[in-house]
């Protein structure tokens, strides 16, 4: 009853909204940072890395601290994209370089639901959810262009073993794509390294200013319609690649220069949707995928790659691959002038599959035309006094089901039962399921209840 109340009245007042705004659906700027920790910027603490832009944003709308995705970039992606836990959903395949999966037809992504509602679609950046067929790339999901790569910027010799090059791929719906390989990182590699075409390869350092060239023109070409830009970045994923300008310019070494030119980026987008009379109705959204790759496994080590060429989750355990919170909790902050602005924050819970329902509502006038693990959070964003609709999360590695949030309290099965209060404690270094058992029995019937929910079968 709570989550039917909650979606009714985030739908009444998506509907008010809409109907008090202006002549038309909000415009959508959503700006994914790959790999980004929580405390890798400005206004989540970060002592020296400086991302001004992301901080004017946050300081014009809403900054939320207990914002959840999932602990690696294909599923994480999944949630954002379709609004539901990824073991829901059948890829058939793998995402990588020789997987064949692709998000299926009975699936209606964000970018399908949008287009459906008269918004032009484009994406820039990594897709990782296929790449099989011309079906399965962003072109074939909903979006008119897109200019990226299909996974991730090290999957790609001698980052790992695969004879299949890197694409850049510049796509418009319903023609073949315009490929161009990627280097590795030519600067990283001896002369005699380099592979015959190396003169035709985009360099890596390169793709933050290429991406964010094609959303800003994008913008610029918008008049009539309203639009959805995702601006999915490759970077801070390892192996790290800031552009010539940016490199050497932080005092927080490599990362901190990637992390700079990101925050250049989005002040680039804001600037455009300025210039073009955009913004006054425009949601801008900034978050990441994941936590930090700070336990980055062996194979990266090599090339230059140095341990420290990683973020940091701030006071939170944990990094990418775990279900503790520096795994899952990430920095998010969106502002709509006029509806969520103030620059208040919220520790109430959220997560990225909560992104899915709010922006089709706005977008489409109606809730999501299929079942989804999200909430409308218009009605929570428009006011700081509100309640979150959310009142659980359920933390998914790959297909395995480690753990729940409810209210403050987070329970984690895997080595044993570790229960932790996340409001006194989000660094998790209290396990109080000893002193609350019925809790833990309690949390334990919850994650019983999902695990024997209906899910897909598919390799990540």
Known sequence: ????????????ATVA??????????????????DLGYGDLGCYGHPSIRTPNIDRLASRGVKL???????????????????????????????????????????????????????????????????????????????????????????????????VPLWLYDSTAGSRP???????????????????????????????????????????????????????????????????KFRGRSRAGLYGDTVEELDWSVGEVMKALEETGHAANTIVIFTSDNGPWSSMPPRMRQQGNEP???????????????????????????????HFEG??????????????????????????RQPTDGFDLTEFLS???????RDEFYFFNSLRLD??????????LKDGAELYNLDLDPSERYNRAADFPELVDELTQRLETMAATPRAVKSW
């Open 17 to 34: 909204l809409l109907s008090a705004a202006s002549p038309q659906p909000p415009n959508i700027v959503l700006i994914l940072a790959d």
């Open 1 to 12: 009853m709570k989550r039917l109340s909650a979606l009714l009245s985030g739908f009444l």
């Open 308 to 338: 420290w060429h990683a973020g940091t989750a701030g006071l939170l355990r944990g990094a990418k691959g775990s279900t503790h919170e520096g795994g899952v909790r990430v920095p998010a902050v969106i502002h709509w002038p006029g």
């Open 343 to 368: 620059g208040w924050s919220t520790a109430e819970m959220t997560a990225n599959l909560d992104l899915y329902a709010t922006l089709v509502a706005l977008g489409t006038g109606a809730p999501p």
């Open 403 to 412: 753990g729940i949030r409810v209210g403050p309290w987070k329970l984690l």
């Open 383 to 389: 006011r700081p006094d509100q309640e979150s609709p």
């Open 65 to 163: 601290t207990s914002f959840y995705a999932a602990p690696t970039c294909g599923p994480s992606r999944t949630q954002l994209i379709t609004g539901k836990y990824h073991h829901r959903i059948n890829f058939g395949g793998g995402t990588g370089p020789s997987g064949g999966a692709c998000i299926p037809d009975t699936e209606i992504t964000i970018a399908e639901a949008l287009k459906s509602a008269g918004y032009a679609t484009a994406m820039q950046g990594k897709w990782h959810l296929g790449n099989g067929t011309d079906q399965s790339l962003p072109t074939g999901q909903g979006f008119d262009r897109w200019l990226g790569l299909p996974y991730s910027n090290d999957m790609i010799l001698p980052w790992v073993r695969t004879n």
């Open 178 to 244: 315009t490929l161009r390989p990627v280097s590795p990182g030519f600067e990283m590699l001896e002369p005699g390294d380099r592979p015959p075409n190396a003169e035709e390869a985009v360099p890596q350092h390169e793709l933050t200013a290429r991406y964010t060239e094609h959303a800003v023109n994008f913008i610029r070409e918008q008049h009539d319609r309203p639009f959805f830009v995702y601006l999915a970045h490759s970077m801070v994923h390892l192996p790290l690649h800031p552009g010539e």
